[in-house]
């Protein structure tokens, strides 16, 4: 059996890596994972199911206030979820990434901050932003 979800989205290795944050070994995981038919069928089932595969309009672009922005989020929030701030992030045009470098422009911090991102922060010099902060900054 051929699924039309296959026909219709099917995307090569070398596609895959050429999508922003993912690497040759997630895309590999994902050629893998839909190169087995049983998986292909779940996904048709859970499509005829209702669940949605496409992006809602709550995460589309709201603004550019983080355009160009590396943002790493850490800690425990009070007035949203890390999920909601990772949407916020990208709604604003900026970008989640998950650990610190040279190429992050600042940390988003809840309480609980790990001591190591901390530190690393520090001897990188990266700014360290409060939910607060966040929140102004992109109203």
């Given at each position: ?25 997630i ?12 998986n292909?069928?779940?996904?048709n ?16 672009k709201v ?18 979820s ?10 604003h ?15 988003l ?20 932003v409060?939910e ?8």
């Amino acid at each position: 059996m051929k699924s039309l979800w296959r026909t219709k989205w099917h995307a090569t290795l070398e596609t895959l890596v050429l999508v922003d944050e993912i690497g040759e070994k997630i895309a590999q995981s994902i050629v893998n994972y839909f190169s087995d038919e049983k998986n292909v069928i779940l996904v048709n089932r859970l499509k005829e199911a209702g669940l949605n595969f496409t992006r809602s309009e709550e995460h589309e672009k709201v603004s550019d206030k983080l355009k160009g922005l590396s943002i790493v989020i850490s800690g425990v929030f009070t007035h949203h979820s890390r999920d909601e701030y990772k949407a916020m992030i990208e709604q604003h045009g900026g970008k989640n990434v998950g650990s610190i470098s040279s190429k992050t422009n600042f940390i988003l911090a809840g309480e609980n901050m790990g001591p190591s991102k901390l530190e690393k922060a520090g001897k990188l010099g990266i700014r360290i932003v409060s939910e607060e902060e966040f929140l102004e900054q992109i109203l």
